[in-house]
């Protein structure tokens, strides 16, 4: 078997477990004679298929009874629209923290909708920290916050929830499963599914229930949660295989990774060997604050635009795949997501060392 190391931002690798169980059931899923990808979405066989999905997620994260689980289409970057067409719902206020390129779009595309301030922004650094804010700092008559909690591009993590008059809301595409989160501390929590949950296609969102049902007029029915929930994301077809992924990843984290506590203390692990060696060298640099490092995405750079072409192409050719950097930043991201092994990042790490070694700068 040639797996190779990926360290793709999204998608991204999935468990092998989790791949070799749906490659068992592909041809025909639990005695139905057909695939997953081929059932009606209404049949009772793919509902029981949904349902596994919602509670294994409500299991694992904890998810309390007055919030909503969707399975929508559209990636992340259709909730910078749904959010506030359905959240703008009594002053027409939002507010805004800008952090990354994701937290950038949202800002841009909310201020389509509202009155949007923006609260404050680490553009002026590169994004290569998390602003501390307090509740003063933001408007007690917004409707609600919206914050970008893992910033995939950058490498940077919020490492504390803000406080917030109004309800906070938070784009985890790309730490959701990572770690527990206080699902009580947001008034709504959304992700794509493609780097930590499923293959590209599925949207999860998490809303707190008294927060549906005051769409604008002109939201379109497709984004419309109430609706959504109202269907159990079924008004039209879901993105059936992608649930059932997402549902067998879920019960992976909770069985073999020991819940969402032992994919924490995984994921450090992982971080830990990959920043220790970055804190211990001066070849390569983080170019971010350590408050604000990320768990999931680690960025580098040597500080020489040819290293890093010649790094990529290197690692690349031994097996460790997708770790040229987002051109905002250059050099190497790694992402290291729930499904990387921990062989993987200490593989990494030796390659590091030995290219440093055979590369030495001028
Ligand atoms: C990848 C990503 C997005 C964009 O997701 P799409 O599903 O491609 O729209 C948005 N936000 C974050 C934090 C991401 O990592």
Redesign the pocket.
Known sequence: MNRVYNFSA?PSTLPEKVLEITASELMNYNGSGMSVMEMSHRSSVYETIIQDCERTLRRLMQIPDNYKVLFLQG???TQFAAVPLNLLSQNGKADYVVTGQ?SKKAYSEAKKYGDIRLVASSEDKNNTYIPRLTKEDFRPDADYVHI?F?N?IFGTKWDYIPETPAPLVA?M??CILSEPFDVTKFGMIYA?A??NMAPAGL?VVIIREDLLGNASPICPTMLDYKVMADNGSMYNTPPCWCIYVAGLVAKWVEEDMGGLDGMKAYNQEKAEVLYDYLDSQDYYKNPNEKAARSMMNVTFVTGDKDLDAKFAKEAAAAGFVNLKGHRSVGGMRASIYNAMPKEGVVALVEFMKQFAKDNPKG
């Open positions: 999204g990636g992340a970057s994701f970008c893992n995939t784009d595409s790309s794509g493609q780097k949207t």
